[in-house]
């Protein structure tokens, strides 16, 4: 599974350059023309690099260190799959036709769709584990470490999931204002992230509190 999640994910990034290209035989005004003409390819590429950049680090950081996977963990991990293979068409839509709707609400989708299925994954991976340390341990769970991770990964997902399936809907009234949406992840990850550290110190200040006196 990590082989072909692997491939499936470098083929992606592969697909997504081809796009980008200047036709030869051009003089030094079509050149720089054709040149400009490019641009957007190359935003809609960089962008869409990043993303499937995230999706991969995402699905093996939920993926490692799990049992063996279940029909549910299979399925949606084939659904991403699926959608990130997907992923070079909505994002040729949104470099040739920027000012459209339809391609910025069927590329927020996408984006939306594929986060989605990563919170869902972690769903089925913690359910997964669950019934894995009730077999060997009825007393409690391991390492709580990957399962830690996996949750901010799945809040992190979420998150993102809500805020380009808002999108899909504004692309309708102004391509322009969903697709300005996006950037309202940056701080939204900013309060995230405070929240979490915040977390960790109270947490680290506690456990001296709560640790038994000694014999």
Do not use: C, K
């Not at 499936?8 to 005004?29: C, E, K, N, R, Y």
């Not at 809040?155 to 899909?168: I, L, M, N, P, Q």
């Amino acid at each position: 599974m990590e082989a072909l999640s692997d491939g499936v994910f470098a083929i992606a990034m592969t697909l997504l350059v081809l796009d980008i290209s200047v036709p030869a035989g051009l003089d030094g005004a079509e050149f720089h023309e054709a040149l400009s003409d490019v641009l957007p390819n190359i935003a809609a590429y960089a962008l869409s690099f990043a993303v499937i950049a995230q999706f991969w680090r995402d699905h093996r950081s939920i993926l490692g260190a799990a049992p063996a996977p279940d029909g549910a963990v299979l399925g949606l991990t084939l659904v991403g799959l699926a959608l990130v293979a997907l992923l070079p068409f909505p994002t040729s839509l949104l470099a040739e036709y920027t000012e459209q709707a339809l391609a910025v609400a069927v590329y927020s989708g996408t984006v939306a769709a594929t986060n989605a299925v990563h919170t869902a994954l972690v769903a089925a991976v913690r359910r997964s584990e669950t019934a894995r340390d009730r077999e060997r341990d009825p007393a409690g769970p391991a390492d709580q470490g990957p399962r830690a991770r996996r949750q901010r990964l799945a809040v992190d997902s979420g998150v993102t999931a809500a805020v380009f399936g808002a999108a899909v809907p504004l692309a309708f009234v102004s391509p322009a204002a969903a697709m300005w949406s996006w950037l309202t992840l940056v701080p939204l990850n900013i309060v995230i992230g405070r929240r979490r550290r915040r977390t960790r110190r109270e947490a680290t200040h506690r456990e001296p509190a709560e640790r038994p006196p000694d014999a």
